[in-house]
């Protein structure tokens, strides 16, 4: 069975450090994979996406792959409370269908 | 860009109602567009996905005569709740995705549905 795991937290980081959020897939295969923030009560909004090994940064954020680990990252700079959230790893399957995970609760602490 | 706009944003009805949602890609074309659902304090679950001009793909246990899916255009898919019961109340979210592969899924505002 296809898994994309995540620790369901609360991880709580203090305002200003950087907030680590980690996510590991079973689907050797998989080729694409995003990051989404859910605040409570509303939809997910896309805020990054990678494909291949390395890092990839947008302002804040940084996607970090690592697919001979199968573990993908999301490092975010500089905390703020308006990033508490909660955050959502997807993964395509070989058949480009994504697997989410079950999504880690980030406090950030002012 | 990608927006997704989903219609209603709430819906508070009596049981025994029909609850039609519509989804629809503002600003592209999405082949194929995903409804989902979750319950308070739960993880997303995929209900089904729609591709236009055939037939839903749903997932095990969502009944298909239960949620009517409806993918008409490129741009419009809608979800009909039929003969909704208090244990249907949740927040259902579409997605649409643009065409080919590795796509990320963009999210409507999502519907919170009440039955009484």
């Known amino acids: 069975q296809k898994e994309v795991e995540q620790n369901s937290g609360p991880l709580s980081v203090p305002e200003g450090a950087i907030a680590s959020l980690n996510c590991t897939y079973s689907?050797?295969?998989?080729?694409?994979f995003f990051w989404y923030r859910q605040y409570s009560g509303k939809s997910p909004e896309l805020i990054m996406s990678i494909y291949s090994n390395g890092d990839k940064e947008d302002g804040r954020f940084t996607a970090q792959l690592n697919k001979a680990s199968q573990y993908v990252s999301l490092l975010i700079r500089d905390s703020q409370p308006s990033d508490s959230a909660t955050y959502l790893c997807?993964?395509?399957?070989?058949?480009?269908?994504?697997?989410w995970g079950a999504g880690t609760k980030l406090i950030i602490k002012p | 860009g990608a927006v997704v706009s989903q219609h209603p944003s709430r819906v508070i009805c009596k049981s025994g109602t029909s609850v039609k949602i519509e989804c629809r890609s503002l600003d592209f074309q999405a082949t194929t567009m995903f409804w989902y659902r979750q319950f308070p304090k739960q993880s997303l679950m995929l209900m089904a996905t729609s591709n236009e001009g055939s037939k839903a793909t749903y997932e095990q246990g969502v009944e298909k005569d239960k949620f009517l899916i409806n993918h008409a255009s490129l741009t419009l898919s809608t979800l009909t709740v039929t003969s909704a019961h208090p244990e249907d109340s949740s927040f259902y979210i579409c997605s649409a995705s643009h065409t080919g592969i590795n796509q990320p899924q963009h999210f409507g505002d999502g519907t919170r549905l009440s039955i009484l």
């Open positions: 689907d050797r295969v998989s080729q694409s």
């Open positions: 997807a993964v395509n399957d070989s058949n480009y269908q994504l697997i």
